[in-house]
Every structure is written in C-alpha cells, then in structure tokens.
C-alpha cells in the first residue's frame, strides 16, 4: 500500500534514492538544506517541505541521507528536528554515514517520544543509488526492520540486517577498511608496476583473475592507469568516513594500522589539493613517493 | 606432437603440473632433490633423474619450479646444472618465483650457450596447479613465448605475456603486493568488527559483494572466523616473495609503505610460530593487537 514518506536530504545520492520511493507510488515529502536540489523530485511529484519537522508531520516513515554526525542529529533533534512534529509510531531510517554512537544516541532520544529508528547506510555510490542496486547495512530490532523492509527494497539489491542499531554503521565502517586498505593495494601495486616498466594494462589484466583480484582492482586499477581521477566518490568524503572509523577503533580500543596508513596518505592527497577528486586519486600520492620532483 | 620435457622440482606446485604434460602425452623425465616427491610421476610413466643435467640432456623444454633464487641458479649454472648436458635450441621454463634480476642473469647465460629461457611464475597455489588454471605471467621474447605457449596451456587458464625476460617475475610480485596488502586489509576489517561485537558471517555476506570485495575476504576471510588457519599458502613462503618484492623495491627505488607493513606483521606472525599456517592465520596477530594479554 502507498505510505506518506519523508525523505530529508536530496543530494547525490539521496535524490535518485527519494525518486525510487515516489516511482513505487508513494506520496514523498522531501526537505534539502539546499531546496534546489530537491527541484527534480518536486517536478516528479514530490512535496517541498520548509523544514526536517514540516516533512516529518504526517510522515509514516522519515528516510535521511545527510552527511555527517552533527547533521542527523540537527535533522532530528534539532530546533526544526523530526522530532518536534513527529507521530507516535512513526520510523525513521537513516542512510547517512555517520558515528554508530551518534546513531544510538538519536535512536534512544526518539524512542522516548515512540518513535523507531533503523540505521542504514549504504554503499555502491551514485550509481548503485540510480540503478537501485545499493548495499543497505541495517542495524535495528526484527520486528523495526521487518517494516521496512518493503521499502529498502526498492533502493537496495542487497539488505543485510546486521543487528541492533548501530551496528549497520559498524558494517559500514568495516566496509569502509576494505575499500580504503584495498584501494591502498591498488596505488602500491600499479606504483610498483610502473616504476618496474611494466605494461600496466596488460598487468591489471595478468593478476586480476587471481588471488589479489579486488573491485578496487579492477574498477580503479584502470582509471589510475588513464589518469582518469574524475569523481565516483571523492577523497573528502572518504576522509569523513575513516575519521569515523577510527574513532570507532579508539573508544573500542581497535589497532588500526593499515587503516591509519591510508589516512594520512589522504591526508597527503588533499594537501596536493586531490580532494575532490575520487579515491583513485591516491595514486597520484603513492606513485609520487617514488619519483623525482 | 609429443616432445621430450624435462621437470626440475616436483614440489606441490611441480608435481601436478609436470602430471598435466604427462597426461598431454609428452615424454617426460623428472628431477626432484628429494627423489621421493618424484614417485608419483614415475608410477605414471615420467623418467627420474639423478641430476638437472641428467634430466635436460635430451630435452627440448626444460621445466624448473623451486625455491628460491639460489635453487634456479644452481638447479640452471651449478655443477650439476642444465647448462652442462643442454642441447642448443632447447626452451628452458621457469615457473619459480625469484628475483627479477636473476632471471636475466641466468637467461643471458643461457643464451651464451643457444639456449632460449622463459620466467613464467604461476599464481593459483596447489589447488590451481592440480585443476590447470594456473594464472601464468610469462618474460621472454614474442618467438619463445609463442613456441612455449601450447604447454603453457596445459598448466594454466590465464596465460599472459607480459614483456621481455624478467617481467613475468615482475609482473608477480605485482600480484603479491595485491595479494598481502588486501589480507592485511581483510584482516584489520574483521579484527574491528570482532571487537565491535558484529556477526563475522553476517559482515562478510554484507559487504563481499560491494566495493570492498576481493579475493583474499572471500576466500581466506571466512577461514579466519572459523579459525581454520590450515595453509594453502603458507606464510613462510609468503614472506620469501615479500623479500622479493622488497629488494625489488630497494633496487628500482620504489617507496612500499604498506607491503613493509605487512611483511613486518608477517614476521610477528613468524614469532608467534605461524610461519607454517596459512597467510590467513595473519589475522591472529591483527586480532591480537587488540586483545588483552
């Protein structure tokens, strides 16, 4: 059946995210800081909401796709937050990526005003978000994410509960590790190769089949290779998330040293002004610790 | 048409292989150290050797896979080496992991003599080499490559010419930059969410499919959960190519941050008496970082 749905947060990847929703027939309220970016979903059918607290009025479900910690929690609990308008019974899923402490703290504020909550990150970028192939990582109760189910399903290919809330961030988190230390992988191969004269196509080719084979592999390996560091996700954003996953790691008191590594060599890349640019871009870092400037 | 093939090193690599020109219909005499590993192959029609000179003298291809830079150097210039019995126009192969640079120094010794030289180290362990399809990196000229090639195919799925001699070893060590750096990766991802209380099986599921997916959290990250340490590929044998790649790295003046980590973790490994586990068994030193002792 069709659910009044809000949906806080209309940016790369919320947009295409929010459109599904309203392709399924929901009626969509949508709410971005930035209101011409919601102009697309409103020409689709969309309402335009003034406020998280305007969409969130008469919402059965909220849905959020913000950028970091302090930004949920404003969208929230803030002055104009979800939870000043909010109906009792009412769920509230949020596919930012933020702290999972964060996202228990909110989930505990809302549960005292009845509200359930649902932590879901995602991963697969604009793409998986257009195409609706997203991986969702859910942290919540059975029953909490039973309900959402339906709807996750029209953004995601692959939905995981993962446990209570927080945990879907922790996933992410961990995903975030593999993504980062594997594109690390990547430079430090494709540097060495290069160095050593090496034709990089035909080695891309040579080893991806086998046991060093990775997405970040074979899907980077060749942008590095054509100098290609257009943006599927950039080196800023991907500096947040491993600043969340390594506070993660200090107050769980995780050693994290590979992690730490690809940090401060993006740290480096955005020093060389790289920020923007996507991850492959680390290339340009670890390629350049072995030449002559 | 059948040739006659000689097989230097009948290992747990070795065997199987020099097992698929046999079952090819080539004629194939063996050498192996310790004659016993070579049995098997006699049992199914291979000659025994006493000595690489003995098994080359009427060869046509000469196949070599052992230890280490030393063996192929001995096993090629030694007393009782190759070059003392070889017959001019004879292809040696060698499918050994070792250093780059002597793979050129033991090739242009060979040519002095009329004999052509490939290096064409093999990626896919044990289980690889038994079902043939190996993941072959082959250095050496387009006219050697091209006459090795319908044997080359009877050992390996993947068969890719990477340039002149030397980097198919090269091309190798590429692969095993890829391969421990992506380990170290699984393993710091899944000592975090260990001790972040997720489900390893249920965060493994989540994200393989995704951006951070590879080979190694496929295949070796499962075996971690289950603390099934047992080796495909041991971490002694690991170690010994990262010396490789890092002498490599030293000669072309390549900066390894993230392989010298691995290889030191490797070697805390090696002190904690892991040297014959499986790489995977890395993760119980990653794990350990956080543990208390």
Chains 1, 2 share one sequence.
């Not at 929703?21 to 009626?27: F, K, Q, R, V």
């Not at 308008?85 to 703290?105: Q, W």
């Not at 509960?161 to 961030?169: I, S």
């Not at 943006?231 to 992690?259: C, H, N, Y």
Request: proline share 4%.
């Amino acid at each position: 059946m069709p659910w009044n749905v809000a949906f806080i947060g209309t940016g790369v990847m919320g947009a295409p995210m929010a459109g599904h929703l309203l392709g399924a027939g929901h009626a969509v309220t949508v709410h971005n800081r930035t209101p011409a970016k919601a102009h697309g979903l409103v020409s689709l059918g969309a309402k335009l909401a003034a406020s998280p607290a305007d969409a969130a009025r008469d919402a059965e479900f909220v849905f959020i796709n913000v950028p970091d910690s302090p930004d949920v929690r404003e969208v929230c609990l803030g002055e104009n937050g979800i939870i000043r308008s909010v109906r009792k019974g009412t769920l509230v899923i949020d596919h930012s990526t933020i702290s999972p402490k964060v996202s228990r703290e909110v989930a505990a504020e809302l549960e005292k005003v009845g509200v359930e909550f649902l932590d879901a990150p995602v991963s697969g970028g604009d793409i998986g978000a257009r195409s609706a192939t997203l991986s969702i990582m859910v942290g919540g109760s059975d029953a909490v994410f039973d309900r959402a189910l339906p709807l996750l399903r029209l953004m995601g290919k692959t939905v995981t509960h993962t446990g209570p809330v927080g945990t879907g961030q922790l996933t992410k988190l961990v995903n975030q590790i593999l993504v980062t230390v594997t594109n690390l992988a990547t430079c430090e191969a494709l540097a060495f190769a290069r160095k050593s004269g090496l034709n990089l196509e035909k080695t891309i080719e040579a080893v991806s089949g086998g046991a060093g084979g990775s997405w970040q592999l074979a899907n980077l390996g060749p942008r590095m290779v054509k100098g290609d560091f257009r943006p599927g996700f950039t080196i800023d954003l991907q500096q947040k998330d491993l600043r969340l996953v390594l506070e993660a790691g200090e107050e769980g008191e995780v050693s994290l040293l590979a992690t730490s590594l690809v940090h401060q060599l993006f740290s480096a890349a955005q020093s060389a002004g790289y920020g923007r640019e996507g991850t492959q871009a680390l290339f340009k870092v670890v390629d350049g610790l072995s030449q002559r400037h």
